[in-house]
């Protein structure tokens, strides 16, 4: 299993600005997923950042928007940059681990308002 | 990229027992079921995993019949605790860089009283 924190848990920003988001996971992992999810809606993958490569943008999402740091194991930042009310949403980090089973974990999240 | 379809919502009883059943008509052979259960403000939390047949864990069973194109996951006697959404995923979480875990609409489950 894997135990995972994000900071901050939540914020109310101006639009224009940007916000960082950090995870931390309590164990190493290779694969993690950065996710926004809207009030009542279902998950929206934003990128794959596994350790190791350059973090992979699902469609509709742009690193110069959401860029994405990973520099160990155990950490990662998704930034939403320039923003506008339309990102006020909630955004996840996720892990995938492969031993035994090959599930995900995910963090608590950050609910992110922009006004 | 398997989709998965699922009901939007179903409604049960305290006590029942509950099927919530999931159609990936396009999974592939390396791929396997993944089920999360997810409350309000809080991030999913994974259920049970299964590849083909039947699978049981403390909390859940998975049935998965052999063309492998739906699936049913099956909660017995469901209390009011287990009023969430719950999501069914397909893929290969051992395909490394390839594996992307996406989650389609989900099924809002409420247990009444």
């Known amino acids: 299993s894997a135990v995972i924190s994000q900071k901050p848990s939540r914020d109310i920003c101006q639009r224009g600005t940007s916000l960082t988001i950090q995870c931390q996971v309590d164990?190493?992992?290779?694969?993690m997923f950065w996710y926004r999810q809207q009030p009542g809606q279902s998950l929206t993958l934003i990128a794959t950042a596994n350790q190791g490569s350059e973090a992979t943008y699902e469609s509709g999402f742009v690193i110069d928007k959401f860029p994405i740091s990973r520099p160990n194991l155990t950490f990662s930042t998704l930034t939403v940059s320039n923003m506008s009310p339309e990102d006020s949403s909630i955004y996840l980090c996720?892990?995938?681990?492969?031993?035994?089973?090959?599930?995900?974990?995910f963090g608590p999240g950050t609910r992110l308002t922009v006004t | 990229l398997a989709k998965t379809t699922q009901p939007i919502s179903m409604d049960s009883y305290e006590g029942q027992e509950v099927n919530i059943t999931c159609s990936h008509n396009?999974?592939?052979?390396?791929?396997?079921i993944t089920w999360y259960q997810q409350f309000p403000s809080q991030g999913p939390r994974f259920i049970i995993q299964g590849y083909k047949t039947k699978v049981t864990n403390e909390v859940a069973s998975l049935f998965i019949p052999a063309d492998r194109k739906s699936s049913t996951l099956s909660l017995p006697r469901v209390s009011l605790s287990d009023t969430a959404v719950y999501y069914c995923?397909?893929?290969?979480?051992?395909?490394?860089?390839?594996?992307?875990?996406?989650f389609g609409r989900g099924t809002s489950l409420i247990v009444h009283p």
């Open positions: 396009n999974i592939a052979t390396n791929d396997y």
């Open positions: 996720s892990v995938g681990v492969t031993s035994p089973g090959g599930e995900q974990y």
């Open positions: 164990s190493q992992v290779t694969m």
């Open positions: 995923l397909v893929g290969d979480p051992w395909a490394g860089g390839s594996y992307i875990p996406t």
